[in-house]
């Protein structure tokens, strides 16, 4: 069993969280049981499934909910995308957040690299 505090890119996905809530405050009210409801559950969870994971006993059902955890974060990807489409955000802010999902997906890339090594 793994302590999710300890490991890095459950610190990074929660750090990602509290941006995309930030975010979400950018975004029209009209969208509040839509797309705001959409990327906040895709951001939230990808530090979930790696708590979740962590408690695991079994490296492989570790990896199984890393690999959920990529998925929700290419999920949120592709919905930060449309926000940006579709809304008037600031684009620093934007480009800031959406660096940070694309290092953390490199992060867990590996990280599911490292686990399934051993």
Same mark, same amino acid.
């Given at each position: 069993?793994?302590?999710?505090?300890?490991?890095?890119?459950?610190?990074?996905?929660?750090?990602? &969280?509290?941006?995309?809530?930030?975010?979400?405050? $950018?975004?029209p009210e009209k @969208? #509040?049981?839509? *797309? !705001?409801?959409?990327?906040?559950?895709?951001?939230?969870?990808?530090?979930?499934?790696?708590?979740?994971?962590?408690?695991?006993?079994?490296?492989k059902e570790f &990896?199984?909910?890393?690999?959920?955890?990529?998925? $929700?974060?290419?999920?949120? @990807? #592709?919905?930060? *995308? !449309?926000?940006?489409?579709n809304f008037n955000?600031?684009?620093?802010?934007?480009?800031?957040?959406?660096?940070?999902?694309?290092?953390?997906?490199?992060?867990?890339?590996?990280?599911?690299?490292?686990?399934?090594?051993?």
């Amino acid at each position: 069993m793994r302590n999710f505090r300890n490991l890095e890119i459950w610190r990074k996905g929660l750090s990602l &969280v509290n941006q995309i809530y930030k975010l979400s405050r $950018s975004i029209p009210e009209k @969208e #509040t049981y839509g *797309l !705001i409801s959409q990327i906040t559950r895709s951001a939230i969870s990808i530090p979930s499934n790696i708590a979740e994971g962590s408690g695991r006993k079994s490296s492989k059902e570790f &990896v199984r909910f890393l690999e959920i955890s990529l998925g $929700s974060s290419y999920e949120l @990807e #592709t919905q930060l *995308l !449309i926000v940006e489409n579709n809304f008037n955000i600031k684009k620093e802010e934007f480009k800031l957040i959406l660096k940070d999902l694309i290092d953390l997906q490199k992060m867990i890339t590996s990280y599911i690299n490292s686990v399934n090594e051993k």
